[in-house]
């Protein structure tokens, strides 16, 4: 009981919301009045599953009340409430890794910052825009304990216990001085009407106004309390698409998301036959700060028929997919559908598959700037799909976009399919860390040169475990340029020839280099540099990197092949060197420039650093 400090996350983020630094304050009605239906949701799910409850006369609705005299807004629900734990847990400290992860990326730049915070849901604190001081009245369903947090948004917040009727929440704000606006009652119904008109329970505005009675100099006035329904009350996916705006589907979005963004798109849907249910999602248009946290929360709100079951199951929608927001709405499960049951329920596989097919089939319709938008904030988690949605693999595969060797931007595998030769049927790609080294690597040269195009995969984690098990897209086979050969102009014969007449400089450079590489050869794909390295793709170590990088686990070394380039002047000289330290010295350094070219590190540095400035003070 009493005082506590905030924790320091919430610290940072108050100061943001007292500085005013969120250009749209109005939101702030909005957030705590879906906050509200969030409350009402939960107890009307207790209210009729629950016999301790089921006796009880009630109807969720929220209360908004203007006291102009008192320079007060006040925001009440009969729902769920909290109790001293709840208001700890999600008023004075920050559980959810959102807001974590939203924390972490605050620069100090006052400007930067306001930006970042439209793309966290801002819930509660956004309060702090237009208050001075905050009281939060709350009583627990079921419990006998009242209790109010104050804050005037500070370093502080007290708890203490008081007595409340009936459970549910009262948000008591104390309007700056300079906020007056939301005193008045055109206003704050403009707002309510304008965010929240879709709430699925009646939000009733209580005002003051004034009224004459009798006339002339006996005309005297005096002050009524009125109270009037200022929303639709409907829940929005359950009416025909026909009867709302594209400004309908975008407020929900933003209430039920808590985003100051609109969505890149949205998709509604209602299925009637053996299995009935509504669909309705968004993809937002700014990836949510927990996409890649284990502990993400889940967007997606399950309905059965309008009673709300649950907002924190990660089974609705498969985990790729959990960028989505939105409502699952179904007319056949049972209102007391455990979570057990959900997991293995026969409706809900048929929902979630449905569901997914209607997602990307959205996504593949998004058209120039979104299109490239949804890449840049998803291609990672779709990648994610190519690998654990087989059913969906082969329409993962037209959404999900890569790097070129030879175009600009991203482009598809039907883009490369469409300029690639139809007879061989081979799709080549490259993989690794750094999208420089990759583009830079003496492995690209006999593709440049023969203009292939060649794939570049610079998310190494990601693409180095996916794509060796896409295997063929549309007939096509997928290559990795590091374990075939390169293209070349030379005959066999050529070939054989130069093999023989460099085959005691392989020979020497294997002696001299020893365990450091597995094999040395007479390259086909240089054009340019003197040498470079391969990894063998036969060697058994080669196959398990794939399942020591999913198992999070450090990669395997995988034995080095050098290949020179027989065409090189450095090569054709090295051929005449008889000095055995020269050698050596040479040797070493076309091994460790070949590593450096793929982003590998030479075996000793301080050596490579030594015979680089030993040749360079000869060559001067």
């Known amino acids: 009981m009493g005082k506590h400090q905030f924790q320091t996350e919430i610290g940072q983020l108050l100061k943001l919301m007292t500085h005013s630094l969120y250009s749209n304050k109005e ?115 079921g419990e006998e304990q009242a209790y109010k947090f104050s804050t005037d948004g500070t370093g502080e917040y007290e708890i203490n216990p008081v007595t409340k009727e009936a459970h549910g929440t009262v948000i008591y704000i104390k309007l700056k001085e300079d906020e007056k606006e939301f005193l008045d009652k055109w206003r704050v119904e403009e707002v309510i009407k304008k965010y929240s008109n879709h709430i699925a329970y009646p939000i009733i505005l209580n005002y003051e106004e004034v009224e004459y009675e009798g006339e002339g100099d006996d ?145 593949k319709k998004l058209e120039g700037e979104d299109f490239d938008r949804f890449v840049s904030q998803y291609n990672r988690v779709i990648k994610e799909g190519i690998y654990t949605d087989f059913t969906n693999k082969e329409t993962l595969l037209e959404i999900v976009r890569y790097k070129s060797s030879s175009e600009e931007g991203m482009v598809s595998f039907d883009d490369y399919i469409s300029r690639a030769d139809s007879e061989k049927k081979e799709i080549y790609y490259i993989i690794g860390e750094d999208e420089k080294v990759l583009r830079n690597s003496p492995l690209l040269e006999a593709y440049k040169k023969a203009n292939i195009e060649v794939l570049i995969m610079d998310d190494y984690e990601v693409d180095s475990i996916v794509t060796p098990m896409i295997g063929e897209y549309k007939g096509w086979t997928l290559k990795d340029i590091t374990t075939i050969e390169a293209p070349d102009s030379k005959t066999e014969e050529e070939k054989k020839e130069i093999e023989e007449e460099f085959k005691p400089l392989v020979e020497k450079l294997k002696k001299t280099l020893g ?106």
């Open 27 to 141: 939101i702030f009605l909005r957030e705590l009045i879906s906050n509200a239906s969030d409350a009402i949701d939960k107890f009307n799910y207790l209210h009729l599953t629950d016999e301790k409850f089921k006796e009880e006369e009630w109807s969720g609705k929220i209360n908004v009340k203007i006291d102009k005299e008192d320079n007060s807004l006040t925001i009440g629900d009969n729902g769920i409430g909290m109790n001293e734990e709840d208001l700890m847990e999600n008023l004075g400290t920050i559980a959810k890794s959102g807001t974590k992860a939203f924390i972490e990326q605050l620069t100090g730049d006052a400007k930067k910052d306001s930006n970042l915070i439209g793309q966290f849901g801002v819930g509660f604190y956004s309060v702090f825009m237009v208050a001075d001081h905050v009281d939060v009245i709350t009583k627990k369903a």
């Open 219 to 363: 005309k005297k006035e005096k002050k009524v309390w009125k109270s009037e329904q200022v929303n639709a009350a409907t829940a929005l996916w359950t009416l025909p698409k026909s009867e709302l705006t594209k400004e309908d589907y975008i407020e929900f979005y933003k209430t039920i998301a808590h985003d100051s963004e609109e969505p890149l798109t949205y998709i509604h849907n209602k299925v009637e036959g053996a299995t009935e249910f509504t669909t309705l999602f968004y993809i937002p248009r700014t990836a949510p700060m927990d996409l890649y946290r284990a502990d993400y929360q889940p967007g997606v709100k399950l309905y059965v028929k309008r009673v709300f079951i649950t907002d924190d199951d990660k089974e609705l929608l498969p985990p790729y997919l959990r960028f989505v927001r939105g409502i699952i709405d179904s007319e056949d499960l049972p209102l007391n559908v455990s979570r057990e049951i959900l997991q293995e329920n026969r409706i809900l596989a048929n929902i979630k598959q449905h569901s997914v097919k209607k997602i990307l089939e959205a996504i």
């Open 515 to 620: 365990d450091e590489v597995k094999e040395v050869k007479i390259s086909t794909r240089l054009t340019e540099s003197p040498s470079c390295v391969i990894k063998d793709s036969s060697d058994p170590m080669a196959s398990m990197a794939a399942m020591f990088a999913q198992m999070g686990q450090e990669m395997p070394e995988i034995p080095l092949i050098l290949e020179i380039n027989p065409d090189h002047e450095m090569v054709k000289k090295l051929e005449k060197v008889e000095d055995k330290t020269l050698f050596e010295d040479m040797a070493h350094v076309l091994l460790d420039t070949a590593k450096l070219s793929e982003g590998l590190e030479p075996k000793d540095k301080t050596a490579f650093a030594h015979r680089i400035a030993k040749l360079a003070a000869k060559a001067l």
